[in-house]
């Protein structure tokens, strides 16, 4: 029977260092057998630069990667048939169709297992007929999901992996994931989707500029002793005299909506009703305390935001 207490992942103190701040900082990261652990972060905080070194693609300035307990530079091969690995920007040959490209993936493994393969193929319902030049980037991303799972690996290590496919077929990957925990798998997800993260892990790290922020069990979100309540004013009178006197932290002001959300411990619950006391309302309610709540206390200042589920952060 697999232990559970096995560490599969494990990663300490891991720093490269490219300059002008980019890189990764003291990084560690652990991930036991059978667990789910999360990755978030905006594109460019350092997540894929975490999982190559897991992967065994570059070798660390200081601190140790280990998989299975190997060190992972210098061992890509052995890491590579026990390991399902979805890149963030997979390279797949142009000159191949998608059955070429699923041919040439199983000829790098030791074990074809062709009732997983057609599992996946139905389950992402993907065509593999098509040369890979003439597929949407959607079924680009199937088709490396495909190749990445299709010999049933015990290790997913996933870099954005629902980047580029439909709202559709991110739910039923999400499912997927959640599945795959239940028969045991262990996972590494990197990504930037709040649901995603949410739906699926048990532990998460949140990295900003290379370096982590914080470290949680995924339950112990919601323990967290904060409320969020949703105000909405019934004239611009009442809500501009709200925020003249507002006690709590804005998290989000829409004028034109007459809305106001704020954030406050709930032990000042009754300051709270206090501060509405005359205060002509329309509506309140009560938002429950999200993984996207508590990641933006970490990216207060940043500015840009879009895609599913609230993407944050700048391109780098």
């Given at each position: ?150 010999n049933d690996p015990d290790i997913l290590i996933l870099d954005e992996p629902t980047s580029g496919l439909d709202p559709l077929m991110q739910q039923i990957f ?143």
């Amino acid at each position: 029977m697999p232990d559970k207490d096995e560490l599969i992942i494990d990663v300490n103190h891991l720093t490269k260092d490219y300059g002008y701040g980019r890189g990764v900082f003291d990084v560690s990261i652990q991930v036991h057998r059978g667990e789910c652990y999360g990755y978030l972060g905006p594109n460019g905080a350092g997540k894929s630069t975490t999982i190559r070194h897991i992967m065994g693609f570059s070798k660390p300035m200081k601190g140790s990667v280990k998989l299975f307990g190997i060190d992972t530079f210098g061992h890509t091969d052995e890491i590579l048939d026990r390991v399902g690995y979805l890149p963030g920007e997979p390279s797949i040959p142009q000159g191949l169709n998608g059955w070429g490209f699923i041919k040439m993936m199983q000829g790098m493994r030791k074990e074809v297992n062709e009732e997983r393969l057609k599992y996946l193929l139905d389950l992402f319902k993907l065509d593999p007929s098509p040369m890979v030049k003439e597929m949407s980037l959607g079924d680009k991303r199937k088709l490396a999901v495909v190749a990445a799972f299709m010999n049933d690996p015990d290790i997913l290590i996933l870099d954005e992996p629902t980047s580029g496919l439909d709202p559709l077929m991110q739910q039923i990957f999400i499912k997927f994931i959640i599945n795959e925990k239940k028969r045991g798998k262990t996972i590494l997800l990197s990504s930037h989707i709040f649901a995603e993260v949410e739906a699926t892990c048990d532990k998460v790290s949140i990295i900003k500029d290379g370096k982590h922020v914080s470290s949680f069990n995924a339950a112990d979100l919601k323990k967290i002793d904060t409320k969020v309540y949703i105000l909405r004013f019934k004239d611009k009178e009442n809500m501009d005299k709200y925020i003249s006197s507002c006690p709590f932290e804005v998290v989000e002001n829409i004028p034109e909506r007459l809305t106001l959300t704020i954030k406050f411990q709930t032990k000042d619950y009754q300051k709270f009703i206090s501060s509405v006391m005359g205060i002509k309302l329309h509506t309140f309610a009560e938002r429950p305390f999200t993984l996207q709540d508590y990641f933006m206390s970490f990216y207060k200042e940043e500015k840009t935001f879009g895609g599913l589920g609230g993407v944050v952060g700048n391109e780098k």
